[in-house]
């Protein structure tokens, strides 16, 4: 069993910055790509930024150039700095981890979710 947790969220005003952690910890047999979506009210969950198992980083146009993702020192660990926020970035921000199994397969996991409340 694998379980995801993210921290870092909170309410920060317009124009303000917040780092967001994703630490996955269990049985974990190879890393994947992990990313973070974000789900606001009324919208369907989309993905944010994701970083891949060599470190590349894919990220939506609504965020490029504000948002960075990317590896930490732990293992199984990945932070989102998120830069210059508007009222638009407003939702929950889930942590999204895949990892190889030991057969080759690829297993997927959730995390609760971390508010970000933006006041403009």
């Known amino acids: 069993q694998v379980t995801v947790v993210e921290s870092g969220g909170g309410l920060v005003q317009a124009g303000g910055s917040l780092r967001l952690s994703c630490a996955a910890s269990?049985?974990?047999?190879?890393?994947?790509?992990m990313g973070w979506y974000r789900q606001a009210p009324g919208k369907q969950r989309e993905l944010v930024a994701q970083?891949?198992?060599?470190?590349?980083?894919n990220y939506s146009d609504s965020v490029k150039g504000r948002f960075t993702v990317e590896r930490a020192n732990a293992e199984n660990t990945i932070a989102l700095q998120v830069n210059s926020l508007t009222s638009e970035d407003t939702a929950v921000y889930y942590c999204?981890?895949?990892?190889?199994?030991?057969?080759?397969?690829?297993?997927?996991?959730w995390g609760q979710g971390t508010q970000v409340t933006v006041s403009s």
């Open positions: 970083i891949t198992k060599t470190s590349s980083t």
């Open positions: 999204n981890a895949r990892f190889r199994t030991a057969l080759g397969g690829l297993d997927e996991y």
């Open positions: 269990g049985s974990i047999v190879r890393f994947n790509d």
